[in-house]
């Protein structure tokens, strides 16, 4: 796979196909990006994990905190790590040693790890690095258009209003 360049098709499959989300480095302080792309995420449908050693065994957002990757209930189906390059190269590692191994590992932005990436996909796990979910979601669903964003995605279709966060999915079945 090509690190520096996915296909919308790539992205779009994964943020169709992904249920379940454990986000490593998630933050209770709300101006921090993990906070409000764990807050977006759980608004478009996402069973959200969020793990933090400093905050195990409280809530953010309504959702139990874990200290690591054990303790969760599962395996999720993606792992956003929201970590350093280094200490993603270090999860990686973690998870392929484990064999509980998720479908996705999404690095976000300015995270990367090459060689990581490589193990991980020839462990078949697909890679997403240097890329957040939650901008990737609104780009993809035309969402960001809203905002006067130019999302590189053209549609004819006229977006569904609903009550409350304005939701228009992906693939039409992720309801809020």
Same mark, same amino acid.
């Given at each position: 796979m090509?690190?520096?360049?996915y296909s919308d098709a790539y992205i779009s499959g994964i943020l169709d196909e992904v249920k379940t989300v454990a986000m490593i480095g998630a933050s209770a302080n709300n101006v921090r990006p993990s906070y409000f792309v764990l807050k977006y995420l759980l608004s478009k449908g996402y069973e959200v994990w969020p793990i933090n050693p400093g905050q195990a065994g409280k809530e953010i957002l309504g959702q139990? %905190?874990?200290a690591s990757l054990e303790e969760l209930p599962g395996v999720p189906d993606m792992i956003d790590i929201f970590r350093n390059s280094a200490a993603a190269g270090e999860i990686v590692d973690q998870v392929l040693a484990s064999g509980q191994l998720p479908k996705v590992i999404w690095m976000q932005l300015t995270v990367r790890h090459d060689e990581?990436? %490589?193990r991980a996909e020839a462990a078949g796990i697909k890679m997403v690095m240097n890329r957040c979910p939650k901008i990737e979601y609104g780009r993809l669903s035309g969402e960001i258009g809203w905002a006067g964003v130019n999302s590189r995605t053209l549609s004819s279709?006229?977006?569904t209003l609903k009550s409350g966060f304005q939701h228009r999915g992906l693939s039409g079945n992720k309801s809020s």
């Open positions: 090509n690190q520096d360049a139990k %905190v874990y990581a990436a %490589v279709k006229r977006p």
